[in-house]
């Protein structure tokens, strides 16, 4: 079946310091590649939306100048945490799908963040 | 805002036993709809999808859609304790081209 690659599974980093991640569709082109958080015991909370070769589309309160998104082809997106804080630390769960009404997601394993 | 509603539980049942997961949705447009699941610390993995009205099975888990009434469930038979996870039920929104999911439904099953 379908797979989604994500890296890393884990960051441990100092304050200040910026985070990529990178997210990448193994066996399917994906079109529209989708960025989540998820802190502990609370549901995935939708980042931003990318399409290969153009802007990112964020969510209402997701900074862009702090969470950058790249999707520069049609099997990789990253995702920069820029000048990471402490209240950064979460866990960020990529997704992919193909166009089309009948696609699903097709997520990551995911990346947990700790920000020292 | 379009909404997809779920209990978020826990429903607990009984190993071996047919859990029931439900979930509403306020589109009443929407055509795609997925179940997934998520164990605690992991990331969602899909489990099901169902486009049209009636019953879809893959082996324990069958999907069940009502579009009239805007509903769709997921039935768990011969429940383990391995299914002890959060079901997230997601619909696909046309119009924003995204996912919609619910908060899930915590299931825990008891040996």
């Known amino acids: 079946g379908a797979v989604v690659s994500q890296h890393p599974s884990w960051v441990i980093c100092k304050s200040g310091t910026s985070v990529k991640i990178e997210c990448r569709s193994l066996d399917f082109q994906a079109t529209t590649m989708f960025w989540y958080r998820q802190f502990p015991k609370q549901s995935l909370m939708l980042m931003a939306t990318s399409n290969e070769g153009s802007k990112a589309t964020y969510e209402q309160g997701v900074e862009k100048d702090k969470f950058l998104i790249n999707h520069a082809s049609l099997t990789l997106s990253t995702l920069t945490v820029t000048s990471a804080h402490p209240e950064d630390s979460s866990f960020y769960i990529c997704s992919a799908r193909f166009f089309g009404l009948d696609q699903p997601q097709h997520f990551g394993d995911g990346t947990r963040l700790s920000i020292l | 805002q379009k909404e997809v509603e779920q209990n978020s539980g826990p429903l607990s049942v009984p190993e071996g036993a047919i859990a029931s997961l439900n979930c509403t949705y306020s589109d009443r447009g929407s055509q795609s709809f997925f179940w997934y699941r998520q164990y605690s610390g992991k990331s969602p993995e899909l489990i099901m999808f169902?486009?049209?009205?009636g019953d879809k099975e893959d082996g324990r888990f069958t999907a069940q859609l009502n579009k009239a009434s805007q509903y769709v469930s997921l039935l768990i038979r011969d429940s383990q304790p391995s299914d002890s996870a959060t079901y997230l039920c997601a619909v696909w929104d046309g119009g924003y081209q995204k996912v919609t999911f619910g908060t899930g439904t915590k299931l825990q099953v008891i040996p």
């Open positions: 169902i486009y049209s009205n």
